[in-house]
């Protein structure tokens, strides 16, 4: 494995997982456009888990509170029932969604980053226009279970590449009167269930794989990449939260729309 490639990969994922522009979609358009070799399966486990441990620690405090605090028990039942729609349909289409051409195409991968863009910008507008006392409370413990729940269906558009899973569910959020920052917030508690078993699924078939094919999957030589590409998404995972967070504080969603209907737009030309 290529240091450098796992370097760069590692960077797009913690950057792309956590902004709201589709790390699935640039991990199957970077190496394709740059004509690299697929890094392969152990790189994909190692990617997602560094991305897993930038949520974990960076919302620590909230992440431990859901289970040692009595009052944020509601939180913890929320993201566990807003979790279970992409856990069903998940494991049932993760087949056919990592198989098929169509879905990981180019021109497909572009309607998806134009097509999210317009919903981004639709309800970020509407947001702008609301009264504020028509807006959520910031209490994520307050946000309802039929919420929750609309949240979690929408999470499940980021099977597909190129939706981006903590773009589409801020646009759930928003869509229902939540704060930007809300919003968000509540995106990235949870995908740390989300991350943590796209991470644990690779692993599983990393796992089996080596099993199988020993010869292919040497560990003692790989391993040098795979803590580069596990450091390298996890301190991007880490800059990208907070940036988001800080960024969406005190402005819109526009240049996330922008950028991705320009990527789109060269996707689908290129």
């Not at 290529?2 to 950057?15: E, K, M």
């Not at 909230?62 to 807003?82: M, P, Q, T």
């Not at 795979?226 to 998404?233: H, Y």
Request: proline residues 4%.
């Amino acid at each position: 494995m290529d240091l450098f490639h796992i370097f760069i990969l590692g960077v797009v994922q913690g950057l792309t997982e956590m902004l709201p522009i589709s790390s699935s979609g640039h991990l199957i358009l970077f190496p394709k456009f740059l004509h690299w070799e697929d890094p392969g399966l152990n790189v994909d486990a190692f990617l997602h888990l560094g991305t897993l441990l930038a949520i974990l620690i960076y919302f620590r405090e909230d992440l431990l509170s859901l289970v040692f605090k009595k009052e944020r028990r509601k939180l913890l039942l929320y993201i566990f029932l807003a979790t279970l729609p992409v856990v069903f349909i998940g494991f049932s289409a993760k087949p056919f969604i990592e198989t098929s051409e169509l879905l990981r195409s180019s021109k497909f991968i572009s309607f998806t980053l134009i097509f999210v863009a317009l919903l981004m910008w639709f309800f970020d507008w509407r947001l702008e226009r609301s009264p504020k006392k028509e807006r959520t409370s910031e209490n994520l413990e307050f946000m309802g279970m039929f919420r929750v729940i609309k949240i979690g269906l929408a999470q499940c558009l980021a099977l597909f590449p190129g939706v981006s899973r903590s773009g589409i569910c801020a646009i759930a959020g928003i869509a229902q009167g939540m704060s930007r920052e809300a919003a968000i917030r509540f995106a990235f508690l949870l995908g740390s269930p989300a991350i943590a078993g796209a991470g644990l699924l690779a692993t599983k078939d990393m796992l089996e794989n080596y099993t199988k094919l020993p010869e292919i999957y040497d560990f003692n030589h790989d391993l040098p990449a795979l803590a580069v590409g596990f450091i390298t998404s996890f301190v991007a995972g880490w800059i990208a939260i907070d940036f988001l967070i800080k960024f969406l504080n005190k402005n819109n969603f526009t240049v996330f729309v922008i950028y991705r209907i320009l990527l789109g737009i060269v996707v689908y030309f290129v």
